[in-house]
C-alpha cells in the first residue's frame, strides 16, 4: 500500500526581549543557576504578572509577516500543572485569544516548486524552568533562570506531506524570526525548538491517522530524521497489524530514534482559564501600522531584490536570503568586491563549506566580511588567483589578518611581470620537448586542449603566483610562433 | 489614649503630647497584656516598630513630619512584609518570611508609618468567622464566645480592642466590612484596582482588594490616601489619579440620594439588624437626604456565582504552594507525587482544600462551560444591576450582615450557613464596587454594620456620608465592655 505522512508542527520560538514577559529579570542565557530569577520569575506569594510590551509588539511583527490576522484583544490564560521547574503551578499562556490568528508561509522544495502552508495561530507564553537530572545524584536541582522568558509558539496547519517540506517549512519560520530581529534562531541553547505532529494514512485517504507528537526537537537536522523515523515507525507498526497510539514522544538523538513519554490517557487536564492578573491586551489599527512600518526586508523580498540587484540565479538568491545574517554578510563582500557573482560563490563555496564542518554560525565566523570582501578585492584586481586566494583564506581563517597582510608575509602575490613570465614559458617550452613536438604536429583545433598542459606546468614552476590570463596568452603566442 | 483616633493622635504627635516611641511602647505592652483574651495577633513586631517610632520621631523634631508619620498601625497577614514572617494564618507559610514588601506596606513605611504587628485571619483569606486559622481562632471583643467575623478578623477585632488604631484588611467577598460589622468599627472596601494587590497573598485575583479598618470613616480617609494609587507592578491596580479622601468629608449631604434594595431587607435577617438599620437610614433623612426603595434581582445569586468564582480562581493562585521553594515541605518524601501531596496535605487546612477542590472540579474539562462561564454570565448581571440602580441614586445601603456574630464553634459544620453569611457583600466584589461598614447599633450586646456601596471609584462620597453620619450619631464611639 502506498502511504502519505501528515505533518504540523509547533515551534517554540525565545522572543529576544531584554527582560522576561511578566517581570523585569533578564533573559541572557548561560548566567549561574537561578541568579536570573527575581521574586515574580520564583512565583514567591503575593507576586504578580506585568507584561512586557515588547513581547507584544515582536509577536505583532511576525504575524505580520506571515500575513495573518492581529488579535486586537487577547486574553492571557492560565495552563495548570504541577512542575518542579513551573513555580507558579500554571503557564501563562494564549488558548482561546492568541495575538497572532490564522497566516501562511510559502516555502520552496528543492525541485524549486513552492508550496503554501497555513499558519492555524501564534501565541504569547512563557517558558518554564529548567529541572537539572544529572548534577545531583537523587535529587533534582531547579533552574530557574528560564523561567519566564517570553515564547512565541507558532501553530502550524497539518499541511505538510514529508520531512523535507517540513524541514522546508521550521528553516523558513527561522529565517523569518531571525530576519525580525525578534529572536536569535539558535537552536542548540533552545532558542528555537519544535515539536512536530506526525501521522500517516493510506494515500487518497481523506481523514487523517492517528497522530503521535515528539516534543522539544532542536535541529534542522534531528527534525528530518524524527519525522523520517516517526513515519516509517508508524507505516511498520501498522502493516504489522498493529495500531498507532496517540501520545507524546521524545526524540532520542544518540539512538535516532523516538520512544514513548506520555499516551494521551496520561494527559492532564489543564483547566485553561483567563488569567486574572493580567488585563486583556487591546491593539488598535495604529498600533498595527506603526509596527508594520519597522518591518524589516523578509527573506521572500530580499531573494526577489538579490536576483535583481545582483543578478543572481533563482537558487543562490533563495540561499543568501533565507538566513539575514548570511545575507548581510553576502552584501557586504558584494559591494566590497563589486562582484556578486565571485561574493556569492565565495559565501555558499569556500566559507559556507569550512563553516559547515566546524559547525560555527556565520555570526561568528572567524572571517569577517569585510576580511573576505578584501580578499576577493585582489582576485579582482589580479594581486592572486583564485588559487591562491584560497590558500589565504585558509590562513585567514586559522590566524586571522587582512588578505594584504597574508599575501605580502607568505609572498603569494601574483607574478603579472610579463618579462618573469615569458622567462618561466621559456623553461616550460624548453624543458618539454616531446609535448612540444606533439603540439606543433596536431591539428589545429586540436591545440586548445593540449595547451592545458603547458599552462599546469607554468603554474606549477611560479607555485601557482602567475597570472594565469598572461600566462595563456604568452604561451599561446610563443607555441603558435614554433608552428609556423 | 488607646480610644483616639489617628487623626486624634497625628495631632498629638504633631503637638509633642507624646513621641512616636511612647505611643509605640504603649501600644506594644497593651498587645502583650490584653491579646492572649482575643488572640488578634499572629505576630508582634516590636524591634521593627520601635526602630520605625524612633526613625518618626527624629522626623518630626527635624519638622519633615507627614500626615501618617509615627503612627502606628497593624497589618493584616496576609501583607507581605520584608524580614518578617507572612503567614496568611497558614501552616503552607509559617516558616515563610517575607523577601519584600507589599505596596501597601511599602507606602505606609514611606508614609511614615510604624508597624505593631500582623494580624490574625482565616487561612488564605477563607472564612467569614477567622476559625480557619492555624493559629487558633479570633476572639470578638464584644464577647469572646463570639467570632470577630472574617477574615480580615484580627484587623477587626485589634482595633475593636484598642489594640492598635487602625490596620489594613483585605476583602474578597466581605472580608473586610462582615468582621468591621460585627466588631463595631469602620471598614471599606475600595473599587477593584484602586489599591494594589502586589504583596497581598492572593485568594481571588478578581475579587481580592485590600483597605482600611478604622475606628471612624475620618481615619479611614487618612489610611486610603496612603493606600491607593497605581502600581506598574499590579496590571489590575487603576491609573487615576488619587484625590485627597478627607477633602469632601464635611459636605452636607442635602439631596443625597439614597437605594434601599427590598433584597437586602427580605428573607433570614435579623430582625433587629433590620431595624437599626432603618433607624440609621431615618438619621440620614434628618441629614437631608431622600430614600427610594430598589431592586438588585440578582443578589440571591451572588452567592453561587461567587463559589464558583472565588474557588476557581484561588485553585491556580494556590498552586505555587508546593512545597518546593518556600513555605511547608512534607518529611522525607519519597518522589515528587508524594511531596506535592502530603506538602499540600498536610500544608493546607480543611477549608482551603474544600475551596481548591471545588475550583478545579469547576474549571476542569467538560464542566468550565456550566460552571465557571455560568458564573461570569452571572457576574455581569451584577453589575448591570448596580450599575442601573447607581444610575438613579448616589448611594445604595443595607445592613452589611443578616446577623450579628455568631458563637464560635457555631456554623464552622455548615460550610454554606457560614457562606450565606455573605450574602449582602459578596456582590459588590463580583461587580468590583466600593462598600463600607460602619457601627450603626447593637444588638443584644454585639454590634451591627451599616453597609453604604456607592459607584465606581466614589471613595470620597462614601467617606463623606460615613463621617456625616459618624458626625450626628456616636455608634462608632461605643467599646466592647470593659475597653
Request: overall charge negative; charged content about 25%; proline content about 5%.
Amino acid at each position: 500500500m502506498e502511504w502519505e505522512a501528515v505533518i504540523g508542527l509547533e515551534i517554540h520560538a525565545q522572543l529576544a526581549t531584554k527582560s522576561k514577559i511578566f517581570s523585569g529579570a533578564s533573559t541572557a542565557f548561560g548566567a549561574e543557576p537561578n541568579t536570573q530569577a527575581c521574586a515574580v520569575d520564583l512565583a514567591l506569594p503575593g507576586t504578580l504578572p506585568a507584561f512586557n510590551e515588547e513581547a507584544l509588539r515582536m509577536a505583532v511583527k511576525f504575524g505580520l509577516a506571515v500575513d495573518a490576522e492581529i488579535g486586537r484583544k487577547s486574553v492571557f490564560d492560565r495552563k495548570n500543572y504541577f512542575y518542579p521547574d513551573l513555580p507558579k503551578g500554571y503557564q501563562t499562556s494564549q488558548l482561546f485569544h492568541p495575538i497572532v490568528g490564522i497566516g501562511h508561509i510559502d516555502i520552496t522544495l528543492e525541485d524549486g516548486t513552492t508550496k503554501r502552508i497555513g499558519v492555524t495561530r501564534a501565541h504569547l507564553e512563557e517558558d518554564a524552568g529548567k529541572s537539572l537530572h544529572d548534577e545531583f545524584p537523587g535529587m533534582t536541582g531547579i533552574d530557574l533562570n528560564r523561567a519566564g522568558t517570553p515564547l512565541l509558539e507558532i501553530v502550524s496547519e497539518p499541511d505538510m506531506r514529508s520531512a523535507e517540506e517540513a524541514v522546508a517549512y521550521v528553516r523558513k519560520v527561522h529565517s523569518l524570526v531571525t530576519s525580525l530581529g525578534i529572536c536569535d534562531g539558535n537552536m542548540s541553547e533552545g532558542s528555537f525548538r519544535c515539536d512536530c505532529n506526525v501521522s500517516v494514512r493510506p494515500k487518497g485517504q481523506e481523514e487523517y491517522g492517528t497522530r503521535t507528537e515528539t516534543k522539544n526537537i532542536n535541529s534542522f537536522r534531528f527534525i528530518e530524521k524524527a519525522i523520517v523515523g516517526e513515519i516509517e515507525r508508524q507505516i511498520d507498526l501498522i502493516e504489522d497489524g498493529g495500531r498507532v497510539i496517540q501520545a507524546t514522544r521524545l526524540y532520542d538523538a544518540d539512538k535516532n530514534e523516538t520512544r514513548s513519554m506520555r499516551s494521551k490517557e496520561e494527559a492532564n487536564d489543564y483547566r485553561y482559564f483567563p488569567c486574572p492578573d493580567l488585563l486583556p491586551i487591546v491593539i488598535d489599527d495604529d498600533y498595527i501600522d506603526a509596527i508594520r512600518q519597522t518591518l524589516p526586508e523578509l527573506p521572500d523580498a530580499r531573494k526577489a531584490r538579490f536576483i535583481e540587484e545582483y543578478k543572481l540565479s533563482e537558487y543562490d538568491a533563495m540561499v543568501l536570503s533565507a538566513d539575514h545574517n548570511m545575507a548581510a554578510y553576502f552584501e557586504v563582500i558584494a559591494k566590497t568586491a563589486k562582484d556578486a557573482k565571485l561574493a556569492a560563490n565565495w559565501v555558499m563555496g569556500e566559507l559556507s563549506k569550512l563553516l559547515n564542518q566546524h559547525d560555527i554560525d556565520i555570526t561568528n565566523s572567524p572571517v569577517s566580511a569585510e576580511q573576505l570582501g578584501g580578499l576577493l578585492m585582489r582576485i579582482k584586481d589580479d594581486t592572486i588567483s583564485g588559487k591562491i586566494a584560497k590558500q589565504v583564506f585558509e590562513v585567514m581563517w586559522s590566524e586571522g589578518g587582512s588578505a594584504d597582510e597574508i599575501i605580502e608575509s607568505k609572498g603569494l602575490k601574483q607574478v603579472t611581470d610579463s618579462g618573469a613570465i615569458e622567462q618561466i614559458v621559456d623553461e616550460v617550452i624548453a624543458n618539454n620537448t616531446p609535448q612540444v613536438e606533439q603540439y606543433v604536429n596536431a591539428e589545429p583545433d586540436k591545440r586548445g586542449k593540449m595547451i592545458g598542459f603547458f599552462m599546469g606546468q607554468v603554474m606549477k614552476a611560479s607555485q601557482g603566483k602567475a597570472n594565469p590570463g598572461q600566462v595563456q596568452g604568452v604561451l599561446k603566442q610563443k607555441l603558435d610562433a614554433l608552428v609556423n | 489614649m488607646f480610644d483616639k483616633t489617628l487623626a486624634e493622635l497625628a495631632a498629638g504627635l504633631k503637638t509633642g503630647q507624646f513621641s512616636s516611641v511612647e505611643l509605640t511602647q504603649a501600644y506594644l505592652a497593651r498587645i502583650k497584656a490584653e491579646d492572649t483574651k482575643y488572640n488578634s495577633f499572629i505576630s508582634v513586631t516590636d524591634d521593627l516598630a520601635l526602630e520605625q517610632a524612633a526613625a518618626a520621631d527624629s522626623l518630626i523634631a527635624a519638622g519633615d513630619a507627614g500626615t501618617f508619620t509615627g503612627l502606628p498601625i497593624a497589618h493584616k497577614d496576609i501583607f507581605c512584609t520584608q524580614g518578617v514572617r507572612t503567614s496568611c494564618a497558614s501552616k503552607m507559610l509559617d516558616n515563610f518570611i517575607s523577601p519584600y514588601n507589599a505596596t501597601v506596606v511599602d507606602k505606609f513605611n514611606q508614609a511614615g508609618a510604624v508597624t505593631l504587628g500582623k494580624t490574625n485571619m482565616d487561612e488564605f483569606a477563607m472564612g467569614s468567622s477567622n476559625e480557619s486559622s492555624f493559629y487558633g481562632p479570633c476572639k470578638n471583643p464584644w464577647n469572646t464566645d463570639c467570632v470577630p467575623g472574617g477574615s480580615s478578623g484580627g484587623s477587626a477585632a485589634a482595633v475593636s480592642a484598642q489594640l492598635t488604631p487602625a490596620a489594613t484588611g483585605s476583602d474578597t467577598g466581605g472580608s473586610i466590612r462582615q468582621p468591621a460589622a460585627l466588631c463595631g468599627i469602620t471598614g471599606l472596601k475600595p473599587t477593584y484596582g484602586r489599591v494594589s494587590r502586589y504583596g497581598m497573598i492572593a485568594f481571588a485575583s478578581s475579587l481580592d482588594q485590600g483597605g482600611p479598618m478604622t475606628k471612624t470613616a475620618e481615619d479611614a480617609a487618612l489610611m486610603l490616601n496612603v493606600m491607593a494609587g497605581f502600581d506598574k507592578r499590579d496590571s489590575t491596580s487603576a491609573d487615576r489619579d488619587v484625590p485627597d479622601y478627607t477633602a469632601d468629608l464635611t459636605k452636607p449631604l442635602d439631596g443625597l440620594r439614597i437605594g434601599l434594595p427590598k433584597e437586602f431587607f427580605s428573607g433570614d435577617i435579623n430582625a433587629d439588624i433590620a431595624a437599626q438599620t432603618q433607624a440609621a437610614i431615618k438619621e440620614f433623612e434628618k441629614l437631608g437626604a431622600t430614600v427610594k426603595e430598589v431592586s438588585l434581582p440578582n443578589t440571591a445569586l451572588s452567592i453561587p456565582a461567587y463559589y464558583i468564582i472565588a474557588p476557581a480562581e484561588a485553585s491556580s493562585n494556590l498552586s505555587r504552594f508546593d512545597g518546593v521553594r518556600y513555605g511547608y515541605r512534607c518529611e522525607d518524601p519519597v518522589d515528587l507525587e508524594d511531596l506535592y501531596k502530603r506538602s499540600r496535605g498536610e500544608g493546607f487546612g480543611p477549608e482551603v482544600k474544600r475551596r481548591i477542590l471545588v475550583g478545579a472540579y469547576a474549571l476542569s474539562e467538560g464542566f468550565y462551560d456550566a460552571y465557571y462561564n455560568k458564573a461570569q454570565q452571572i457576574r455581569r448581571l451584577i453589575r448591570d444591576d448596580f450599575t442601573k440602580v447607581l444610575s438613579e441614586v448616589d448611594v445604595i445601603m443595607g445592613p452589611t450582615t443578616p446577623h450579628p456574630a455568631f458563637k464560635i464553634g457555631e456554623k464552622s459544620s455548615d460550610p454554606v450557613a457560614m457562606y450565606m453569611e455573605d450574602i449582602f457583600t459578596l456582590s459588590l466584589n463580583l461587580a468590583g464596587l466600593p462598600g463600607m461598614s460602619i457601627p450603626c447599633g447593637t444588638v443584644d450586646g454585639l454590634p451591627t454594620g451599616l453597609q453604604i456601596i456607592g459607584d465606581y471609584f466614589a471613595e470620597q462620597k462614601l467617606l463623606n456620608v460615613a463621617h456625616q453620619f459618624q458626625l450626628a450619631t456616636d455608634w462608632h464611639k461605643q467599646s466592647p465592655q470593659g475597653i
